[in-house]
Nanobody, 125 residues
Framework: VQLQASGGGLVQAGGSLRLSCAAS????????MGWFRQAPGKEREFVGG??????????YYADSVKGRFTIARDDARSTVDLQMNSLNFEDTAIYYC?????????????????WGQGTQVTVSS
C-alpha cells in the first residue's frame, strides 16, 4: 500500500495551493481519507477528511480551515485532493494524507492504517 502526496510548495499569503494524494494497493473507495498537517514544533493535527463510498463521501473540516479548504476524492483515479484557498502563515506545515478503513474519517491519528510521506507547504507573509 502506498500513498503519494504531492503539490506542496511556496505560496504568498492569500494565495491558493492544491495538494493531491494518489493511492495504490488498496481498494480506495472503501477507505475514508484524511489530511493532516504538522508545523515545526507542533503536534500533527487533523485538517479534514472525506468519508468512503458508504459514507457518501461526506467531508469534514477542522474549524481552522473551514470555508477555506475543500477536500474531494476521485475513486476511479484513487486520488484525494485538498484545495487550499486564502492561505495564511499559520497554514505553513508538512501536509500528510492518510487512509482509514472506517466509513467516516476521524481526527485521531492512531485510527489511520496508512500514511503518505508528506508534502511541504510554506506560506510567505
Amino acid at each position: 500500500v502506498q500513498l503519494q502526496a504531492s503539490g506542496g510548495g511556496l505560496v504568498q499569503a492569500g494565495g491558493s495551493l492544491r495538494l493531491s494524494c494518489a493511492a495504490s494497493g488498496v481498494t480506495f473507495s472503501s477507505y475514508s481519507m484524511g489530511w493532516f498537517r504538522q508545523a515545526p514544533g507542533k503536534e500533527r493535527e487533523f485538517v479534514g477528511g472525506i468519508a468512503n463510498k458508504w459514507g457518501g463521501s461526506r467531508t469534514y473540516y477542522a474549524d481552522s480551515v473551514k470555508g477555506r479548504f475543500t477536500i474531494a476524492r476521485d475513486d476511479a483515479r484513487s486520488t484525494v485532493d485538498l484545495q487550499m484557498n486564502s492561505l495564511n502563515f499559520e497554514d505553513t506545515a508538512i501536509y500528510y494524507c492518510a487512509a482509514d478503513r472506517a466509513r467516516i474519517p476521524t481526527g485521531r491519528l492512531s485510527e489511520y492504517d496508512f500514511w503518505g510521506q508528506g508534502t511541504q507547504v510554506t506560506v510567505s507573509s
